[in-house]
């Protein structure tokens, strides 16, 4: 069956960084776009960015723009996620996603990891 797994959450001082990892399996990860999804306290999931099956094209929400980076490795059928000048409003379980359609929509994807935890303390 399919399973995404993130890792590499963690504690961290505002202003610091992260990188989170997404690994795939029991799908062709080279066939599905894949995306970043955050949820905090009280609050709806939100995205967070998208990366093409190519990896050719990414978008961010503007709230990360200019401070997180999405990538891939289709030959370790992983994504990655780096988290740079990190805020407390950062805060929040972090999950990835899988979907055939190159979107914001957390509708849109097929396949969701169990999330991992990005704390920033302020």
């Known amino acids: 069956q399919v399973q995404l797994v993130e890792s590499g959450g963690g504690l961290v001082q505002a202003g610091g960084s992260l990188r989170l990892s997404c690994a795939a399996s029991?799908?062709?990860?080279?066939?599905?776009?894949m995306g970043w999804f955050r949820q905090a306290p009280g609050k709806e999931r939100e995205f967070v960015a998208v990366?093409?099956?190519?990896?050719?094209?990414?978008l961010y929400a503007d709230s990360v723009k200019g401070r997180f980076t999405i990538s891939r490795d289709n030959a370790k059928n992983t994504m990655y996620l780096q988290m740079l000048s990190l805020k407390a409003e950062d805060t929040a379980v972090y999950y990835c996603?899988?979907?055939?359609?190159?979107?914001?929509?957390?509708?849109?994807?097929?396949?969701w990891g169990q999330g991992t935890q990005v704390t920033v303390s302020s």
């Open positions: 990366i093409s099956w190519s990896g050719a094209s990414t």
């Open positions: 996603a899988a979907g055939r359609s190159f979107a914001s929509g957390r509708g849109l994807y097929d396949y």
């Open positions: 029991g799908l062709t990860f080279s066939d599905y776009h």
